[in-house]
């Protein structure tokens, strides 16, 4: 370990580059702590002195910061923004204040974006996302599951099938899209516009085909969403929630009572799917992988959207695998199956416990009755 800490300015592009050197997802910087590093879902402590001081870590990011966002972290306390490594890699860097101190969560994000077989999605996220021409597509999952890289990756996948004007509202902009047979604006909040009210209230008039909002945070931005849907342009968003039945709650909650059958008629017309994805600790030191739960808009959907019978979804999920549908417990079987990860570490993120292990019981069984089909026939 260092006897003492390096100058600001070197000690954080030191970190930075030790992101990717060591397959870090997240630098955290905190006062009274030693810098830690996110590796495989796990904090992993830098063997570095403790930072003593705020002043320190106010140095640190200064020269990282736009210069016309300064002010933003002094009057709220909170900024977000990207950055791009003396390497070329690119962050988003959260500043915010705790007890009086700066702090910092700085994520790496990679330079290119990954396939939907490297981030291990199931083949659907590939057909739906070159599937459709108009709706909302929903990818949900709580902070750090993965949503944006997947919402990059089904967002590239229109871009490689389609000749689109495709407008992106990031907050910070993470990925940078290369066109391909798309025209690509990519708006940044704070940069490019003030905020994403300012940016919704313009965006159906500079002709986009894909609208792509980085994230749904109030009810202007989820009503805009809609009716960009509605009249004949695909939509991706994200939200945090954990699984599809909450997405609906989620967004209801953002209205009156009074308004909840206009905006449940709304949901049925536009949605076409909602992607939902948590990521676990693989097996493999260091790993993490999807879980994933998929519900895709049918004609039995919307009925229950617009009844508001949304506790009759995992049921529909369940019942419609066929069409490309998925639950978590089916998602969580595969990966124990697969030996991507432990029976334990499943069984701790399951919604249903006793349906996972029904589910990896009937697995190991009928994988059992091949293996000795097999044997007979080699026998014989």
């Known amino acids: 370990m260092m006897d003492k800490l390096p100058p600001p300015e070197e000690c954080i592009q030191q970190l930075l580059e030790g992101t990717t050197k060591f397959g870090a997802s997240d630098l ?73 101190d700066m702090h910092s969560a700085i994520r790496r994000v990679n330079n290119r974006i990954p396939t939907f077989e490297e981030l291990n999605l199931p083949p659907i996220y590939h057909d ?67 905020d994403y009210a300012e940016a919704l209230r313009y965006v159906v008039r500079q002709d986009p085909d894909c609208i792509f909002i980085g994230e749904m945070r109030d009810k202007n931005t989820m009503l805009a969403a809609l009716q960009a849907a509605e009249t004949g342009h695909l939509v991706f968003g994200s939200l945090h929630v954990q699984d599809a039945q909450q ?52 004609a039995t959907v919307q009925d229950k959207i617009r009844a508001e019978e949304d506790e009759d979804i995992p049921a529909i999920i369940e019942q419609c695998t066929g069409e490309g549908m998925r639950s978590f417990t089916l998602s969580l079987a595969e990966l124990v199956e697969k030996e991507l990860v432990h029976y334990d570490t499943a069984m701790a993120y399951a919604p249903n416990r006793e349906a996972l292990s ?23």
Do not use: W
């Not at 910087?29 to 830690?36: I, N, Q, R, S």
């Open 247 to 298: 997405t609906f709650n989620r967004i209801l909650e953002y209205y009156p009572r009074a308004e909840h059958d206009f905006i449940r008629s709304s949901i049925a017309n536009s949605l076409r799917g909602i992607l939902c994805q948590r990521l676990l600790p693989g097996i493999d030191e260091n790993s993490r992988y999807p879980a994933t739960e998929v519900l895709l808009n049918n």
């Open 28 to 100: 955290h910087l905190k006062t009274h702590y030693p810098p830690y590093y996110r590796v495989g879902g796990h904090l992993r402590r830098i063997e570095m002195p403790v930072i003593e001081d705020s002043a320190y870590i106010e140095a640190m990011l200064r020269t990282l910061v736009p210069p016309t966002r300064r002010h933003e972290y002094d009057e709220h306390g909170d900024l977000d923004f990207a950055y791009r490594g003396k390497l070329g890699d690119r962050f988003r860097i959260n500043i915010f204040r705790a007890g009086g």
């Open 128 to 194: 739906v996302a070159g599937r459709h021409i108009d709706g909302l597509f929903l990818v949900t999952g709580v902070t750090g599951s993965g949503k944006s890289t997947t919402l990059a990756c089904m967002i590239d996948r229109v871009n490689e099938l389609r000749q689109l004007h495709i407008i992106t509202i990031e907050d910070p902009i993470e990925y940078i899209l290369s066109p391909k047979k798309s025209v690509i604006s990519q708006r940044e909040i704070g940069i490019d516009i003030p």
């Open 358 to 380: 029904s589910r990896v019981k009937g697995i190991s069984v009928a994988a059992q009755s091949l293996i000795g089909k097999v044997r007979a026939k080699a026998q014989f």
